[in-house]
């Protein structure tokens, strides 16, 4: 059986914003990835089962600096819709990256601006300027077009 690494990261300019916020963005991170792995590898033109994953928050990178992300260990495949029978991944191959940084992206976003609109975000000290709407809408903006599956990223754990 293979087995995957994927880590899902957030781009460094919403680090401010998460030290402020961690019970609010760390909840908005794992929901964002739940949903993306499960909504993705459902769908019969991806993958089509129901997988299974473990996922472990870092709130540090290799520099000890803020830099919220997760790690998940993915089964190399999951349960028929039917729960019958066993359905694998192609060899070495999980799901398209493009498309699952993607849909992670826009659910990431998505709740982040609920959140926002529900006012559950602080802004104390030199982020304090995104209480304003324009402000946070001009800050969310940016994060639409950026690709994220440049600094996400995915690996094949092949037999563990």
Known sequence: ???????FTI??????L???NQRVIYNILFRSVAETLTE????QKHLGAQIGFIGILHTW????????HIHCIVTGGGLSPDGD????????FFLSVRVMFRLFRGKFLDYLRKSYDSQE????GNISHLQESEAFKEFLKGFYSQEWADFCF???LIGL
């Open 1 to 7: 059986m293979q087995y995957f690494h994927v880590v």
């Open 11 to 16: 781009p460094d300019k919403i680090n401010p």
């Open 18 to 20: 998460a030290l402020r």
């Open 40 to 43: 993705l590898s459902r769908d």
């Open 61 to 68: 990178g290799q520099n000890l600096m803020d830099h919220p």
């Open 85 to 92: 029978k066993w359905v694998s991944c192609r060899k070495g």
């Open 121 to 124: 975000l602080i802004f104390p």
């Open 154 to 156: 995915m690996y094949c």
